[in-house]
């Protein structure tokens, strides 16, 4: 039987616990993994590794952080995401909320995409698929 | 690798654990600084002892094809000194391994006794991707290390680790 959201949701407070080094009780539904958490680029590896154990499902590269998006010229403009860069950026992280983010998607405000509420929907979807 | 901070390796299982050790010597000449009357290994050069055991059993384990760098000490607890005449073992696992990353878990013993634990996280860096172009010697696989590391290649095929503790 797939777990509970809360259930998902403490597993995951032991997780970023472990990995980023932070207490349990800081790891709140809204807090964001970089400002919040202080995670540095690494420990988004070291969080897919633990998600994979955790949870047993298998994250593929740039599935619940998207890479390479900012490199594509098509995508950016100054300092913020084009339209186009937006729509692939939703297309790609449909686990998180964008309603602050796309009234003005700058590229400074992209980590505060990454929430531990993000984290929650996306390993719920990816235990939702995984074959029972 | 420009600076050795392990003599050898004791044991070896490829793509598992690693055991490796160093003797402290007061030939050592940064000893007589740290600290002058009380020479000890210090705490840094434990962990960079480990990264260099953990960093090649990552290696190894991706047939030394990519760049192995230390991304991150994620934790490192000291309870005990090492000091000359003491032997430190560096006893490392591989807890996770793909083709963009590694984390190892790992213990430091003085004597045969546990006075130390280190988490590291090593990215894996193709050579392809070094954009900055740095030289070979700024990298860990350098060809005198493989000439270290083949000399004790009849330790290696042992396998297991004394203790198995870690």
């Not at chain 1, 602050?100 to 400074?108: M, T």
Request: aromatic fraction near 10%.
């Amino acid at each position: 039987m797939a777990p509970s959201r809360d259930e998902v949701f403490k597993q995951v407070q032991e997780v970023l616990s472990d990995a980023l080094g932070v207490d349990t009780d800081e790891v709140t539904l809204e807090a964001t993994l970089q400002g919040d958490l202080g995670a540095e680029s690494i420990d988004f590896l070291d969080i897919v590794f633990r998600l994979e154990k955790a949870f047993s499902i298998k994250i593929p590269k740039g599935e619940l952080f998207p890479d390479g998006l900012l490199s594509n010229p098509d995508y950016v403009a100054g300092d913020r995401l084009t339209a186009a860069g937006l729509a692939e950026l939703k297309a790609s992280m449909p686990h998180a909320d964008f309603a602050k983010f796309e009234a003005e998607p700058l590229v400074s405000k992209m980590p505060d995409l990454f929430t531990v509420n993000t984290i929650i929907n996306y390993v719920e979807s990816k235990v939702a698929a995984a074959p029972a | 690798m420009r600076w050795f901070w392990i003599d050898t390796f004791v044991a070896f299982e490829s793509g598992k654990r690693a055991s490796a050790v160093k003797n402290v010597t007061l030939a050592e000449e940064y000893l007589h600084d740290h600290f002058p009357g009380f020479p000890v290994l210090p705490p840094p050069l434990m962990i960079e002892g480990m990264a260099q055991t953990a960093g090649i059993l990552v290696g190894e384990a991706r047939g030394f094809r990519d760049n192995v760098i230390l991304a991150k000490v994620k934790s490192a607890q000291f309870d005990d000194y090492a000091g000359p005449g003491d032997q430190v073992r560096y006893d490392a696992v591989l807890e996770t391994l793909d083709e963009r990353a590694a984390v190892t878990r790992g213990t430091v013993y003085k004597n045969g006794q546990p006075i130390g634990r280190v988490e590291l996280i090593f990215s894996n860096l193709p050579p392809a991707d070094n954009a900055l172009g740095l030289p070979a010697k700024n990298f860990v696989f350098t060809e005198p290390l493989m000439t270290l590391f083949r000399g004790v290649g009849s330790v290696a095929a042992t396998g297991g680790i004394p203790g198995d503790e870690c």
